[in-house]
């Protein structure tokens, strides 16, 4: 039951109370165990180290946590309908192989200034050059706006294995919604059935999945699919590498590797260290139930990087 409370602690991370359902499904609760979850949520709120409202549960003593969910909830339905919209102009693209919504949007949360993130997956060796018409779309056609478009993690189909694994990106992954190609989205489930330790039966059930490329999509791919594509490839990865890195050249060295991973196979830009200081917060959380409440909820690793992060 330790797993209920670990889910609901990183949750509270984001000031996101969950409801008994989210927390089975999220922690993988049996129906057997459910009379069990059931006492111990109401044993926490008995003993005041967790809240109950409205049927949402969170730490702390912000009533208005869930008053907040319920309109980013709202907010992020009528947003999915512009995510999906995008979705569909980014699956005509050359290469572009699958397109997920990520970041809050994707847990069903959007605050009123909150952008659209995408994970796309494209051809190996072609992940630069359909970076690169995604972005010339993006400057051209939308002013350079990244509120509906932003495009900040690319991986190809031959590396869609994260390499860090923790709550953090677990959670991203299992929550990533598919817009284009539910193939690629079993794919990458195959690939990091580690996430199965934090989420063992939640994945994402894609709905209005496209899953048909269209027919000039083909036509542009076979211009590209060749010597030229090859050293075009390698141009706009050197070139794009460069013009990043000169654009944060306000981070010293360690501090550009913790926000970027720039790959000839992968671009990941996570602003701000955000995995970094997600975890951060999400250690504190289970350091301080722990000494609330006498459980065990960190250990080895985690329990070092609890007391670094006091």
Not at 45 to 57: A, D, P, S, T, W
Not at 139 to 162: G, M, P
Not at 215 to 228: C, D, F, P, Q, T
Request: glycine content about 4%; hydrophobic content about 35%.
């Amino acid at each position: 039951m330790q797993e209920v409370i670990r889910t609901l602690l990183y949750f509270d991370v984001f000031s996101y109370p969950l409801t008994a359902k989210e927390l089975s499904d999220f922690a993988g609760i049996s129906p057997g165990q459910l009379p069990d979850m059931e006492d111990l949520l109401h044993e926490l709120v008995r003993k005041n180290l967790v809240r109950e409202k409205e049927g949402y549960y969170f730490t702390g003593n912000d009533d208005q946590l869930v008053r907040r969910r319920i309109e980013g909830n709202r907010r992020a339905s009528e947003r999915l309908k512009t995510a999906r919209r995008y979705s569909k102009i980014m699956a005509s693209f050359p290469f572009v192989r699958g397109v997920f919504i990520s970041g809050s949007i994707s847990k069903g949360y959007a605050a009123p200034d909150d952008d659209i993130d995408y994970f796309i997956v494209t051809n190996p060796r072609r992940l630069w050059i359909t970076r690169s018409l995604l972005t010339l779309f993006k400057k051209i056609f939308l002013v350079n706006s990244h509120r509906n478009f932003c495009i900040n993690y690319f991986v190809d189909t031959h590396h869609l294995a994260i390499r860090q694994q923790n709550r953090f990106t677990a959670t991203e992954l299992a929550f990533l919604l598919p817009t284009y190609n539910s193939q690629v989205h079993q794919s990458i489930l195959q690939e990091n059935t580690w996430i199965r330790n934090y989420y063992p039966y939640f994945t994402q059930n894609g709905e209005h999945v496209i899953n048909k490329a269209p027919v000039l999509k083909k036509w542009a791919e076979r211009l590209l699919s060749n010597g030229i594509g090859d050293a075009l490839e390698t141009k706009l990865f050197q070139m794009s590498r460069r013009i990043i890195r000169k654009k944060y050249r306000h981070l010293n060295d360690a501090q550009f590797a913790s926000c970027f991973s720039i790959e000839p196979h992968e671009i990941k830009y996570l602003p701000n260290r955000q995995q970094y200081r997600i975890m951060k917060a999400y250690y504190r959380n289970l350091a301080r139930f722990e000494l609330q409440s006498g459980l065990e909820l960190i250990n080895g690793t985690g329990k070092r990087y609890a007391i670094n992060s006091q």
